[in-house]
């Protein structure tokens, strides 16, 4: 079974500052992982993914993530926050076996002039 | 290249009611997956189709089912409606089952009164 932990539900951030979302996962079998972002009234779009290879992973909109297998962490940062990313971030992790995604329960992000 | 399309977008049912809710995947996906959205318990998986099959199931009372077409289109179902169904419902494709990532509807706002 499958559990991500995303710490702190909210995040406020000045545009132009690091933008830094944590997720920690448990997964019995190697894991998938993803960000998505929801915009208010919208569905999920999918900021980047980690499935094998290199562990740094690169996404749309300047974000990326950094898989760390030893600390079970893939940790969402953006270098200097924009107004347009005031949104709620999803951490998700699926089996290599399947589709189903298990995700954790969003951080909300705000971001002050 | 259209995006997941989920029918309707907004909808308000009586409790005891049912409902089924659309959703049709992008073109050339065969897997479909269906989500609820609530406050309180965040999102959950409800179940996953692939060429007419569900392989996946969620944790949810059998008041909830799913089918898929030929088409690769699915509807979910939802008998006796309950207060607590109020959600947005959020029906996701990918192309496979390897779980490289879906792409995510905008979601039905399901009300029940």
């Known amino acids: 079974a499958q559990s991500v932990t995303q710490l702190g539900s909210h995040v406020s951030v000045s545009e132009g500052a690091l933008v830094l979302l944590r997720c920690n996962y448990s997964s019995s079998v190697p894991p998938y992982l993803f960000w998505y972002v929801q915009y208010p009234n919208q569905g999920l779009q999918l900021l980047l993914k980690?499935?094998?290879?290199?562990?740094l992973v690169k996404g749309i909109n300047g974000f990326e993530a950094e898989f760390k297998k030893s600390e079970t962490s893939f940790h969402l940062t953006k270098p200097s926050a924009h107004m347009s990313d005031a949104a709620e971030y999803f951490c998700?992790?699926?089996?290599?076996?399947?589709?189903?995604?298990?995700f954790g329960g969003g951080t909300r992000v705000l971001v002050k002039p | 290249k259209a995006g997941v399309t989920q029918t309707p977008r907004y909808l308000i049912k009586t409790r005891g009611q049912q409902v089924t809710l659309s959703c049709s995947p992008i073109?050339?996906?065969?897997?479909v997956s269906w989500y609820q959205q609530t406050p309180g318990q965040g999102l959950q998986f409800l179940f996953e189709?692939?060429?007419?099959?569900?392989?996946n199931k969620g944790n949810f009372p059998g008041r909830f089912s799913g089918r898929q077409f030929s088409n690769s289109r699915s509807e979910m179902n939802v008998s006796t409606l309950e207060l607590g169904d109020s959600a947005l419902y959020l029906c996701a494709s990918s192309f496979d089952v390897r779980g490289y990532g879906y792409t995510f509807g905008s979601g039905t706002r399901l009300t029940v009164v």
């Open positions: 073109s050339g996906h065969r897997s």
């Open positions: 189709y692939f060429s007419e099959t569900q392989r």
């Open positions: 998700a992790v699926s089996a290599t076996a399947g589709n189903k995604l298990t």
């Open positions: 980690y499935t094998t290879g290199a562990t």
